[in-house]
């Protein structure tokens, strides 16, 4: 297991920016996975991007354009760059770790999750 520690949550204005990170306990190098989901109130958590371990990026379509994220291994962290921030942005952002482990018996996946930080977006 790995511990993740989340920062960078905050109030902003629509139009705004925010820089999330995560950073873990030990080494990621070897998770398949690095990604951030949200959670609104009354709504179910969602993907909003994932950074694989090869480089490989992907994003929710309603952030596309507007959010980056970044995996720096050395610093064993996670970044998510969000710009021009809209009021539907606002939720509990969430740091997953996902490791994908192989047997005789076939693929285990290994979830570690963060605490949460705040993002509201709001005028």
């Known amino acids: 297991q790995v511990q993740l520690v989340e920062s960078g949550g905050g109030l902003v204005t629509p139009g705004g920016s925010l820089t999330l990170s995560c950073t873990a306990s030990?080494?990621?190098?070897?998770?398949?996975?690095m990604g951030w989901y949200r959670q609104a109130p009354g709504k179910q958590r969602e993907l909003v991007a994932l950074?694989?371990?090869?480089?490989?990026?992907n994003y929710t379509d309603s952030v596309k354009g507007r959010f980056t994220i970044s995996r720096d291994n050395a610093k064993k962290t996670v970044y998510l760059q969000m710009n021009d921030l809209k009021l539907e942005d606002t939720a509990v952002y969430y740091c997953?770790?996902?490791?994908?482990?192989?047997?005789?018996?076939?693929?285990?996946?290994?979830?570690?999750w963060g605490q949460g930080t705040q993002v509201t977006v709001s005028s």
């Open positions: 950074a694989a371990s090869g480089g490989w990026t």
């Open positions: 997953n770790a996902r490791k994908v482990i192989y047997s005789d018996d076939g693929p285990h996946v290994l979830d570690d």
């Open positions: 030990r080494s990621i190098l070897s998770v398949n996975t």
